[in-house]
Structure formats: C-alpha cells, structure tokens
C-alpha cells in the first residue's frame, strides 16, 4: 500500500467543517505549549474525549446474488467496522473481503465527487467539475431537446441492477428500455420456456427450477458446469461443504482448473464452448440404457404429445392444449383426458401422420452417442458414460450452470436446451437434492409492491438489442447510463466509439469513474449501498428474507442517493408529481402493498425493531414440487415448435462460430479469450478497491506451454488482440489454464490497462436465431480469438 495516493477522508462538508473547526480552536488555544513540552510530546496516547459511535444495517451487492446484510459501525463519522448481522437468516450472516473492503473503498480515489461536465472530445475522458443545479439543468435541456426533434424512444435508459430506481427512472422518462439485454441469458434461452418462463425473464428465466443452496443436503451428486461457485458466490459456499460433508458427490466441469474444482470430488476438463455437446451425449447414454424415470416421463413432460411428420407441428387444440395417443382408446385424445399415452411411436390422425416426442428425440439422438460427445468435448467416452450414469440412477441430482463459461456463447441456448431434457428425464426438476439452474438463486421470491406512478409513464421497448445499436439504425440519440452499462453491455468497444460520437447526448451516473464515464457528456455522482440523505435507503425482498437499507454514512462528497437523483432529474422536466415525497414514504408503500403471503405482514417498523431484517412468514418451497408448471399443458414441454425452422425443436448441436474446430480465425488467432468470474470482483465493480488490489490487479493468465511457445516470462506485459482491436496488461503464467485459451478477469477499467480495453476484442455477433429466442440474442464474450505478443 505504501506509496498510493490515499483517499479523500473528508466525509461530508457538515463533518469537515465541524472537524476542522475544533481542531483549529485545540491548536490556538494548547497547540503552542504543548509542542514545548517533552512530556505533551511524548506523552502516552490517550482519547481527549469519546469517540461518537453507533450502529447502522444494510445490505450489500445484488449483482454476486449474496445481499449480505451487514452491521455497521460508524466511529466520529467515517465507516470503521463491518460485520455480518447477526439477525439475518441462519447461513446467511455472511459478509466477504468484498464487504469488508468497503471500509476503504466508499472513500476510494476513483470516487465521482461532484458533477462533471465534458471539455475534450467525447472519449477523450477530460472534464470540468460544475454544480448540480447546473448539471440538472444542462440534462433537462438535452434531454427535451432529443424529445422534441426525435420522440420519446430517442432516448435510452440503460441501468444497472445496483440501481433501486431502475424501472421508475425509465418510465418517468418515457424512455427506451432494453428488454433483451443479452448478457446472462444464454443458458435461459434454451431453459426457461421447458417450465414456463415468460418473455424478458431475463437470467431468471434460467433458475426458476433451482432448489437453493440449502436443499444440497439432499443432493447425491452435484454437476458444476461452467461455474466457479466457491470463488463467485463465497458467502454462499458452507451449504456446499456441509453436504459433502453428508455424502454428495460433487463434479466441477470446467476447462480450467478452478478452486471449485479442487473442492469438487472430481474434476472434468471440457473443450470451451461444447457444454451442448456434453449434455447431448449423456442424454443419448441415459436413453439407450433405460435410465430415464417412464412414469414421470409419461405423467409430467410433452415427451407424449404428437408431432406433424409433414412441418414439426404439435397436434393441438387450438388454445395450447395438445393431443397424445391413448393406447387405451385407441385415438388421440387431449393429454389430459388420455388414460394411457403412448411414449413412443406413429399413429395416423385425420389422414395425416404423426410421432410422439420420446420417439423424435430418442431418433434425433442416436447422432449424439458418447464416441460423438467425447470428439467434441474432449471428454473420454467412459467418462461420459459413468458420468450419465451416477447423474441418472444415483439419487437426487442438481446441475449447476453458470452465467459465465458457455453462457457467453451463441450455442448457449442448446445447451440450456439439452440440459432441461436431461433434467426431465431423470425427474431430476421439482426434487428435494434436484433442480438444475444457476446457483446464486433458489431460495425462494415473494415481491413487494411498487410505487404507482402516472397511467401514461410507460418506457418503449427498445427496437433491438442494445449491444446491437452500434451495428444497425434506431432511433436512440440519447444514452442515459445508470452504472457501468457500457463495458458490461457492449463487445467490440471500438465500434462502440463510432456509435457514441454519433449520439446527441450521453449520461452517466455512478458510484465510480470507471470505463463507461470517459464517453459521457455529462458525469454524475451517485451514493453508495452505505450513504443515504434520510435514515431509510431502501428495501429488497431475497433469498427468503425482506431487508432494509438504513443510513450509515451521509452522502459523501456531493453525491444523491439513486432516489435523490431520479427527484432531481424528475423536478427538472417537471415530471416529479407523481414520485413519493420521501424514500420513507416509497419503502412503506412497498411493504404495506406486497401481496405475496410469505411477506405479509412485515412492516416497516417490525423491520427497524430487528436489525432491518425479517425472514419470509412462510418456508421456501422447492421449485415445482407440486409438478404443476406455468405453461400451457401444465407439464414439462421440451419440445420446441416455434424454433422448428431454426431445427431447433429438439436440441441440435451446433459449434461456437469464431472458436469452432473450422474456424479458419484459428490460423491467425489461435487462443480462445475467456473472461472469468472473481472472488475479487463483480463484474467491474471493486476493481478500484485499494485493498482488494493489493492481491488481484489486471493481469492475462496463459498455460506455461504457451508462454514458452511466445518467449513471454511472468511479468512481461503483452498485447493480447484480435481483428477488431487489442488491449494489454502484465501476463501470468498459470497452469490451471487449459493449453490454447488465454483467460482474463472480467471487467477491469481502462485505466488500470497497460493499454485499451477487454471488450476491445471481443465479439459482437449473434446466431441466425438470436432474434427468436426467448430473452434474444446473447453477446458470445467468451466466443472469441486472440493472440498474444510482447508488447
């Protein structure tokens, strides 16, 4: 640490002056005598008078899934001690080195102090500092300006899930909302519809049929793919140790050597970018063998209903009802109403011909056997098959996914798709020890209310997928970034550069200067999860317990809390009317109109009574237990009739595009670039931390195999690019690297870069089907190719 500019320690202009004012009136009045004094000199250390203490509670990220509630200390004004609060849930009273840096990182350098108002190009990251009275108005005025000469859809709210004013923001501002954010989604789009996720369920959609942590106590085999969960969700990992402790065998699936494969009971390299083709191979195990559970089969999946030889249409009623064959009738009959349905085979309907699903998907996979799956993945075929076996008939299974790995692929989708099957057909989807998702979720959801705002404040749905405005025509002119929406939303930054210097006007807001300011017109400063100008901040509703954000510091520097700055915004434009008067008065309403039963009842003052926070009033439920599933049969429907075209009613493998085995990219940019999830950041949040970087800063991580092969030595700083640009920092030579990729930590700022930036290399392009998937395209991050030089 020695050397480093330290922080700014002024807290407020109130303490400063208070502070500063004593100190003052202590030296005129003993300061001089006592410096002529050996024994004031050198007296011992002693407290002239007690410190001003107290205790304050909040809560912490959203976007790690851990909202760590968190007792806090404050001593004379400035934060000094974090904890966990000992009122949370049982194994939820967590707090990780993320949470307690932030004694350090809420007084960081790279704090936005005041607001900012561009001088230089855009880009160029040069700014004046300007008053809020003046930055509110430069806003109100660019903003109607873009109004009036565009409509309302010219303007683009782009805001991070940190933000608690998100979806009102957007509708005060009548402004596009992006309703497929491609990041996240990769997994859900091939998941969600098996269940009944709805439209824009975002990463949501890919974990509704998770059990939760908690429910690893009943698991026997647990399969990691793709997610580094002892390093991304640490305060989520003692339900994991605890049930090993009682028998579970847990596999992590991973191309690289994580720390959760060496938790794990057996680690499985895979080839990155074919988790589709993994999943398909044990599939086609599970079948030939029998593994499959025909009862739950038969009873609670679309493997009965009848396909259309002739275009891949399911034999319905019209109104989502669908037809299977009752053996017992001998006719097809409404699945409901069949006595006995057929699994498998062909039957004519009405002159017309007709096969089951079982029958389409077992044909279909006789291409996916093990030999096929071991080529593709890497993956000896015993081991496929031993693999498919302990998942099948070894007890309750949970498969794990995660949102980095081959989420960030444009085949995503597939592999989603074939895990659901998977899933279902062991019966392994509303199981105690079952569930397959994400880890982060699963325990549970019970929303609150929301504030009512005016009937005609609507956000329009924005034309295409923001990480697309750079490579196509819309209406956007206006660019309102809550957080740092650019480096987590958008590859290939310097196409995004082209698009900014085209744009009217650029906001952003936000705790830190990090990346995304440097393109602003208009820079400006947001709270922390510990500031707020009233003695509430907020409330959340997750992970089987409602939580409140109390006041621990004052706003530092010239900082709004999220609420603060959606009023001053909203006053400018003269849109304020129907906002609450108080962020009070906003959390009230939110619990006094919740709905959902788990949370009735928990008041506000029932809250402030327990340390703000209160577990749900009802158990958490496993996911689907009942078998009831929101989609229009009621069952499991894995079979896909509108992706027919795409022939994807059924999961059909398909390579990563730019890191494929043909791609011809591979000759001159032979190392796959993956951006890897830490225990150090969340996404690009804390990569300012003073005390976090003491231990993690930007480095590129390469196998010594391929360090050897480029003459690089740990330390030398490298230039990593690709045809669409490049970015450099220090390399690392890392044997938990497979051989061939090159592995990065995400979301590290420009300026902590020997040079450019990640996201300069990475790819843009989406699938054919990307449009008509369930959530929209996913941005395929981790789909792409670099090499890698001294620089």
Known sequence: ?????????????????????????????????????????????????????????????????????????????????????????????????????????????????????????RGANEFVAISWDEAVSIFAENVRKCWDAYGKESVFASIAMESEVAAELGKLLSASMDTVGGIDVGYANG???????????????????????????????????????????????????????????????????????????????????????????????????????????????????LVSDADGSLLGDGDGASFVWDEAAGEARLAADAESPALEGSCDVDGASYTTVFSLLKQGQQRYDAAWASKVTGIPADVIESLAERYATGGPACLAVGYGGNDKYGNADIAGHAAGILAAVTGNIGRAGGGIGYPGFGY?????????????MKPTTLSVPAFELPYVDSPVKCFIGVGDQIQQRFADLNKLDEWVQGLDFIVYADVYHSTGAQYADLVLPICSRFESDESLGGVRSNKGQVMLRQQVLEPLFESKTDFSFERELARALGID???????????????????????????????????????????????????????????????????????????????????????????TFPLQLCQMRTRFHIHNQFCDAEWIRQYSTAALHLNPVDMDARGLADGDTVEAFSDRGSFGCPVVGDESVRPGTARVFEGEWSKFMASGNIQNVTNPGISDRGRALLNGPVIPYNDTLVEVKKA
Not at 49 to 72: D, F, I, N, S, W
């Open 1 to 121: 640490m020695s050397g480093t500019t330290r922080p700014n320690t002024k807290l407020t202009r109130r303490s400063f002056l208070k502070s500063t004012g004593a100190a003052a009136g202590a030296l005129s009045v003993a300061g001089a005598a006592g410096m002529l004094s050996a024994d004031a000199w050198l007296a011992p250390t002693e407290a002239y008078a007690q410190p001003e203490e107290r205790v304050a509670y909040t809560y912490h990220q959203a976007h790690c899934r851990g909202h760590c509630m968190l007792k806090c200390t404050v001593r004379d004004g400035r934060l000094c001690l974090i904890q966990p609060n000992d009122k949370a849930k049982a194994g939820l009273q967590t707090v990780c080195l993320k949470g307690l840096s932030e004694i350090q990182h809420v007084y960081s350098v790279e704090r936005i102090q005041t607001p900012l108002k561009r001088v230089g190009e």
């Open 444 to 456: 549970g959801s019970a929303p609150l209310g929301a504030w009512p705002l005016a009937a005609d």
């Open 577 to 667: 009317a129907s906002l609450p008067s108080s962020n009070e008065e906003r959390i009230a309403h939110m619990l006094d109109t919740a709905t959902n039963p788990k949370v009735a009842g928990i008041t506000l003052d029932a809250l402030q009574n327990n340390q703000g926070v209160l577990p749900y009033q009802g158990p958490n439920a496993i996911p689907f237990a009942d078998q009831k599933f929101p989609t229009p049969s009621g069952r499991l429907e894995v079979y896909y009739a509108d992706m027919v075209k795409f022939d994807q009613a059924l999961p059909t493998y398909e390579a990563p595009e730019e890191t494929g085995p043909d791609s011809k990219l591979r000759e």
């Open 191 to 305: 998941l969600a519809a098996m269940y009944g996720g709805a439209k824009r369920s975002g990463p949501l959609g890919a974990v509704t049929a998770f059990n939760g942590v908690a429910d690893w106590k009943n698991c026997k085999t647990l399969l990691f793919v793709g997610v580094n969960f002892i390093e991304s969700s640490l305060t989520q990992t003692k339900p994991f140790f605890d049930a090993k402790d009682e028998g579970m065998f847990a596999v992590s699936i991973d191309p690289h050597y994580s720390p959760t494969s060496s938790k794990c009971d057996q680690w499985i390299p895979i080839e990155p970018g074919t988790d589709a083709a993994l999943f398909l191979g044990m599939l086609t195990v599970v079948l030939d063998n029998g593994w499959y559970d025909e009862e739950y089969v038969r009873v609670h999946t679309s493997l009965p209903f």
